[in-house]
Structures are given as structure tokens and as C-alpha cells.
């Protein structure tokens, strides 16, 4: 089972909030999915986010994905590490490979829980 302190999109990306703010990562099925991971592009602190909208994109030698916010808001922080170290994807989705900070504003409507979020992840096998 997932972390169930955080809501999921059907795109595998999640996110904590934390009170005022939104930590935002990928689940340890995405990087799964994914494999060999080697870009990360991630978007500037200050600029915005729109739920539901593309924030940053992930590489692997399989494929280019597009990363979808699960929140609204202004990013206030990005883990600055973590395109120079991506195997913390694989070792650490939930806590140190969060992506991005965000100051709420809102949050997508496509969001769910973690029992529902481990529904999905059936209905893809």
C-alpha cells in the first residue's frame, strides 16, 4: 500500500500537503514504469502551477512524460539535488524524492486517496 498521508492522479504523480503548502513527487509505480531515468527537468521557484496542467518533465531511455501538477499554487521550493541524483526516485519516491514545494491555491478534483489510488494501479496491469 501507498503512503495514505497523500492523494494521487491517475498520472502517478501525489502530494502531501503540509498546511499552507504541497510537497509533489512521482510514485514508486511511475518510476517503475519508467526504468532508467536520466533527465529531469523541473520548473523555477516562483513561477505557478495549475492543477491538472504539466509542471516539468521526466526522462528515460524509454520515454519522455510529461510531470502533471496535483495542486495549484506558486512553487516556493524545488529539490535542487534530485536531477543530479536520480536514483533517489527509486530509493526514496515518498520522502526524499519529493519535487517540488508549492504554496496552495487549489488542487485538482482528480485526486484520490491511496485505497483508491491502489484500485487504479489494478485496473493498469
Sequence with gaps: MRPDD???MKSHEWAKTEGEFALVGISDYAVEHLSDLVFLD???VGSTVSADEPFGEIESVKAVSDLYAPVSGEIVEINQDL????DTLKTDPWNAGWMIKVK??????NLMGA??????LKSEE
Excluded at 536531477?83 to 536520480?86: A, F, T, V
Excluded at 496552495?104 to 478534483?109: A, Q, R, V
Excluded at 485505497?115 to 487504479?120: R, S, T
Design 83 to 86: 536531477p543530479d541524483d536520480l
Design 6 to 8: 497523500r492523494k494521487y
Design 115 to 120: 485505497a483508491a489510488y491502489e484500485e487504479h
Design 42 to 44: 523541473l520548473p523555477e
Design 104 to 109: 496552495l491555491t487549489g488542487e485538482s478534483p
